[in-house]
T-cell receptor, first 113, second 116 residues
């Protein structure tokens, strides 16, 4: 069964450093998303991406964040200068169509020291 | 704005008994509703969805959910709980239609504990 994959599973970084989180969505899916879950809190939407552009973003997704689909398979989230409060589990998701469910990857745990 | 409420932080049920995990929502227009389950150190796994049609939807692992428009609820149910159902359950909503918000809004989650 096809699944969304994410690398790395755990990333530790120093405050102020740049990180890139990588995702490989399911191959025939057209819509891509990033969410995050701070420990003990709700899953929060960050950004959605369709047709090579951002289609929607939350107030969390400020200028420090960017997304890219550099080739036909990868979908990346970059945080330019990490802050302590960026520590969270970051989930990538994809869906075939707007009415379909979003399939989530296993997540990348980001720890900012 | 769209929102989801899961009023119970934890639900405890004995194995073999029926279970219900509650969810109410608020959204402009017609809702698309989803349930996801999260096992420890794992991602969110899709269980079932309501888009349109029958109010009772059936999903994976014997779970079902009933959409109630008048009560704006979408409670998750299972007739007979298993110990292996113990996990964290999330209800999510988005606005329906192609022009609605694509983002899912999640509830705070309900931990289901099934005792042997």
């Amino acid at each position: 069964e096809p699944e969304v994959t994410q690398t790395p599973s755990h990333q530790v970084t120093q405050m102020g450093q740049e990180v890139i989180l990588r995702c490989v969505p399911i191959s025939n899916h057209l819509y891509f998303y990033w969410y995050r879950q701070i420990l003990g809190q709700k899953v929060e939407f960050l950004v959605s991406f369709y047709n090579n552009e951002i289609s929607e973003k939350s107030e969390i997704f400020d200028d420090q964040f960017s997304v890219e689909r550099p080739d036909g398979s990868n979908f990346t989230l970059k945080i330019r200068s990490t802050k302590l409060e960026d520590s969270a589990m970051y989930f990538c998701a994809s869906s075939e169509a707007l009415t379909n469910e979003q399939f989530f990857g296993p997540g990348t745990r980001l720890t900012v020291l | 704005a769209q929102s989801v409420a899961q009023p119970e932080d934890q639900v405890n049920v004995a194995e073999g008994n029926p279970l219900t995990v509650k969810c109410t929502y608020s959204v402009s227009g017609n809702p698309y509703l989803f349930w996801y389950v999260q096992y420890p150190n794992r991602g969110l796994q899709f269980l079932l969805k309501y888009i349109t049609g029958d109010n009772l939807v059936k999903g994976s692992y014997g779970f079902e959910a009933e959409f109630n428009k008048s009560q704006t609820s979408f409670h998750l149910k299972k007739p007979s709980a298993l110990v292996s159902d113990s996990a964290l359950y999330f209800c999510a909503v988005r606005t329906g239609g192609d022009t609605g918000r694509r983002a899912l809004t999640f509830g705070s989650g309900t931990r289901l504990q099934v005792q042997p």
